[in-house]
């Protein structure tokens, strides 16, 4: 099994998704983020040749960070439905292993261990 795909995601509540790794990592991740994160050239804007060809233009609607599905997309990610009506962004589980580690390590920088060490 690879280490770096996940062996289960799943929602947790309205606002979070879980997802665990081949390797045993797991974290929670809030939809708000996953969909700030959201690496279409529609919310990340577009380069090519190193030119760009089309500014980021992420909009406010309401239902943009309700999640409806996840749908696979070959062996390396899964699409994002969003009750808005976006779904061109494909995450790749690089991307979303780095949104996770993202998370935890928000997690223990902020925690109130390491809050009473500084």
Not at 93 to 106: D, G, I, S, T, Y
Request: glycine letters at 8%; aromatic letters at 8%.
């Amino acid at each position: 099994m690879d280490a770096l795909r996940p062996t289960r995601i799943e929602r947790l509540d309205q606002m979070t998704l879980r997802i665990e790794w081949g390797d045993g990592f797991s974290a929670a991740i809030p939809l708000e983020l996953l969909r700030h994160s959201c690496p279409c050239a529609y919310c990340q804007g577009e380069q090519v040749f190193g030119t760009t060809v089309m500014l980021p233009l992420q909009q406010y609607a309401a239902g943009m960070n309700e999640l409806v599905a996840l749908e696979p997309v070959g062996n390396y990610g899964v699409r994002a439905r969003w009750a808005d009506g976006h779904n061109t962004g494909i995450y790749t589980w690089q991307l979303l292993r780095e949104l996770a580690q993202k998370v935890e390590q928000e997690k223990t920088t902020h925690s109130p261990d390491t809050e009473d060490e500084a």
